[in-house]
């Protein structure tokens, strides 16, 4: 099957495949530079080995890669190449790099050089570990100081670095196989990348603790070295997991049940007119929930309420309006004044999700927390303001900030935040492999808040807002970078089946609502006029969203896929009956056999297309 890449990702630039490095049963992707995905006898051992620059914003340097050699025999290869990176005032940062591999070992050399200085916030590795099969498991630490600690990798997400001061760590891949990672050329500490739902440990080198942005001097080399060591002791001859399976991904039913839940989509004031322009599409997805944007700091007042109040009222769904509450006076007479100028308008939202407007930017480790009232004091402020409405607190931007600031949730009638998957990397398989994350980041929340209600969303690929900077990042060429306010992939069935595959991922959590998109503008359904599309204007995720609406309030069971990261699915019944729901999540054909939840009207096996979604009709 051929499918032009337009339809699948939104743009005809591809992410160029990786390069396979091999040296006996180590293996490694090579790609922009990097190592991904380094495995041994077929299991990850590492997810990534990363040299990386980020600027004053956080957003990653694109490095131009020049004289790259790659030579390779059975039990060793090599590669080397210079990067260039591109700093403000005509700047520049190049970067020697040296890979060395054989059968047990992989040596990642980088010597950069700024002939006139260079700002930056982070120069150097990033080593990421997988989460699946390592979370919660062993892990030995070894200091700069040469103190060598037994301890564990995090299970629920850590909201600060759970690991500091580091020159080394190791870990089990397998029975008698372990693996040392050892960096070289700086002091390196661990944060819970989790936390931003990437799927991932992420080492990285200089403390946040440290000053940024700083300065790289002019001409004085900084050398780094990540070694990874593997010792083997187990002398086995295992085939990789892939070769096991023969390439089908098999479905099983599994005993975790629930409740599908209600599906929102979110409104600005900047869309609100081409929402009411599209009111029977939105009509044809019948979300359960709209959610209102609402921020003063950004100009929104009466009109805007207005315009909520009549998409209200043409479509019948509850409402929400989450404010970014400016708290530069007292909380009491600013949620005073925007319940006055929701009288005016004669707008009354069904809830009210309610954060202070300055924790929507990040407080990374080591920094001052910023000037904000006590939390109690919002929710107080806003249940005298919005009698009778139900009042939800947390974070408007992503899981990082609430897990750091946690919110009291005593005067809560709801907890919400969001997620992103491009905030570190926007690559296609690393955007894919957010969705590994999600699972951790809902028991996180539950193992905090209990059986409060819970909400996740706005939840897109492209970003709304920048927590760790001063701005999203531009992407006019609609290219695959990390932080940007738009996103070429959302107008693909990439989206599609990352939407699908998101919902599956938080099936456990027992969400009350969850918003996946807007109806219109750069987050949302309905495509721009330059935009071309399959349905007549409606983005692919159209589907998933409109598929998940129409699923709220029914019950679910889950299906385990024997590769979870290819493939996921679940079964849903309701008042028509029982179906199965499968959605392949990567860019190639994938082969399921369905077990024993074979379909009634399907044979044993299916062939899904690329970030194809299918519902099958189960047997009574």
């Known amino acids: 099957m051929t499918i032009d890449a337009f339809q699948l990702y939104g743009t005809r630039l591809v992410d160029p495949p990786p390069v396979r490095l091999r040296a006996g049963k180590l293996e490694a992707d090579l790609a922009n530079g990097n190592l991904r995905t380094i495995r041994y006898g077929g299991t990850e051992v590492l997810r990534a080995i990363s040299y990386l620059v ?49 059968p047990d070992r992989v040596d990642f050399e980088a010597k950069a050089i700024a002939p006139t ?57 397998m029975p008698d196989v372990r693996a040392e990672c050892r960096m070289e050329g700086d002091t390196f500490e661990m944060e819970d990348q989790r936390n931003w739902s990437d799927a991932s440990y992420k080492t990285y080198v200089r403390p946040l603790a440290l000053p940024w942005p700083y300065q790289i001097p002019a001409d004085r080399p900084v050398r780094q070295k990540t070694s990874l060591v593997i010792k083997d ?114 707008f009354k939202p069904d809830a009210i999700m309610i954060s202070p407007s300055v924790d929507r930017q990040s407080t990374p480790p080591g920094s001052k927390w910023p000037d904000c009232p006590p939390l109690d004091e919002v929710y107080a402020a806003a249940h005298a303001a919005f009698p009778g409405i139900c009042i939800g607190g947390g974070m408007l931007s992503y899981f990082t900030e609430l897990n750091r600031k946690r919110v009291p949730d005593g005067q809560l009638d709801f907890v919400s935040h969001c997620t992103n998957p491009i905030v570190h990397a926007a690559d296609d398989l690393s955007v894919m492999q957010t969705l590994e994350a999600l699972p951790f ?35 006019p060429a609609g290219a695959r970078i990390p932080m940007a306010n738009r996103d070429p992939r959302h107008n693909g069935r990439f989206a599609e089946a990352f939407g699908f595959g998101y919902a599956i991922r938080v099936l456990d959590a027992g969400l009350e609502c969850l918003t996946l998109s807007a109806l219109s503008g750069p987050f949302g359904l309905i495509a721009g006029s330059a935009e071309p599309t399959e349905q007549g204007g409606r983005r692919p995720l ?72 299918a519902a099958l009709s189960l047997a009574d």
């Open 117 to 173: 200085g260079f700002e930056t916030n982070r120069c150097g590795f990033c080593i990421l570990h997988p989460i699946v099969g390592v979370a919660g498991s062993p892990a030995t630490v070894e200091h700069v100081d040469g103190q060598i600690v037994a301890t564990r990798f995090p299970d629920f997400v850590e909201p600060w670095q759970p690991f500091k001061d580091m020159r080394a760590i190791t870990h089990e891949v």
């Open 441 to 475: 980041i809902t028991r996180s929340v539950r193992a905090i808040y209990g059986d409060k209600p819970y909400r996740i969303g706005p939840s897109t690929i492209p970003m709304r807002q920048n927590p760790y900077g001063s701005r999203t990042m531009d992407n």
């Open 54 to 102: 980020r600027d004053r914003d956080w957003g990653t340097h694109s490095p131009e890669i020049a004289d790259l050699r790659i030579e390779q025999n059975d039990d060793r290869f090599e590669v080397t190449y210079l990067a260039r990176c591109e700093g403000p005032d005509d700047t520049k940062l190049i970067i020697d790099v040296r890979i060395v591999g054989s």
């Open 542 to 613: 159209f589907n998933t969203v409109r598929t998940l609406s129409r699923l709220a309030g029914a019950s679910w069971q889950e299906c385990v896929s024997s590769s979870p990261s290819e493939v996921l699915a679940f079964t849903a019944r309701d008042a028509a009956g029982a179906r199965l729901h499968v959605v392949n999540l990567t860019g190639e054909e994938r082969k399921v056999d369905f077990g024993e939840c074979r379909p009634a009207d399907a044979g044993k096996e299916l062939l899904l297309a690329p970030f194809a979604t």
């Open 233 to 346: 002791i187990s002398g086995s001859t295992r085939p990789s997991p892939a070769a096991a399976s023969g390439g089908v991904i098999k479905l099983e039913l599994g005993a975790r049940t629930g409740t599908m839940p209600d599906i929102g989509v979110i409104v600005t004031p900047e869309e609100a007119d081409a929402t009411l322009s599209a009111k029977s599409v939105l009509s044809e997805i019948a979300p359960q929930e709209l959610l209102f944007h609402f921020d003063p700091d950004a100009g929104h007042g009466v009109e805007a309420l207005r315009r909520f109040a009549a998409i209200a009222a043409i479509h019948r769904a509850r409402s929400m309006l989450e404010i970014a509450l400016p708290c530069r006076s007292f909380p009491s007479s600013e949620a005073a004044e925007i319940a006055r100028q929701m009288q005016l308008a004669e």
